[in-house]
Nanobody, 126 residues
Framework: QVRLVESGGGLVQPGGSLRLSCAVS????????FAWFRQAPGKEREFVAA????????RYGGSVKDRFTISRDNGKNTLYLQMNSLKPEDTAVYYC???????????????????WGQGTQVTVSA
């Protein structure tokens, strides 16, 4: 069983930055794939970023590419999402997710992930 707890959300002005954290417990980080997703009110869950299990491959959603960066610190059992140049359309609840089994590929569909955190709200507004 993998437990995921997100933090770091909040209110930020357009153009600002935030760093989200996802504390991981129950498994070593190099034994699963991780991803970030987001969901805005009235919209479907959207892929944001993901790595494969050994972080040799990374993929970003088209709307966040070149602005967001996914990273991890295995020693701290923490996954991060650095978000720069934030826009009002980035407003959403952000979730981290993990797989039950490792994959050499970067997994994009939400159904590929078995474990989810409770989410953290990010609001971008002046």
């Amino acid at each position: 069983q993998v437990r995921l707890v997100e933090s770091g959300g909040g209110l930020v002005q357009p153009g600002g930055s935030l760093r989200l954290s996802c504390a991981v417990s129950g498994r070593m980080m190099n034994t699963v794939n991780f991803a970030w997703f987001r969901q805005a009110p009235g919209k479907e869950r959207e892929f944001v970023a993901a790595n494969n299990w050994d972080v040799t491959k990374t993929r970003y959603g088209g709307s966040v590419k070149d602005r967001f960066t996914i990273s991890r610190d295995n020693g701290k059992n923490t996954l991060y999402l650095q978000m720069n140049s934030l826009k009002p359309e980035d407003t959403a609840v952000y979730y981290c997710a993990a797989t039950r089994a490792i994959s050499g590929a970067v997994l994009v569909p939400a159904r590929s992930y078995d474990y989810w955190g409770q989410g953290t709200q990010v609001t971008v507004s002046a």
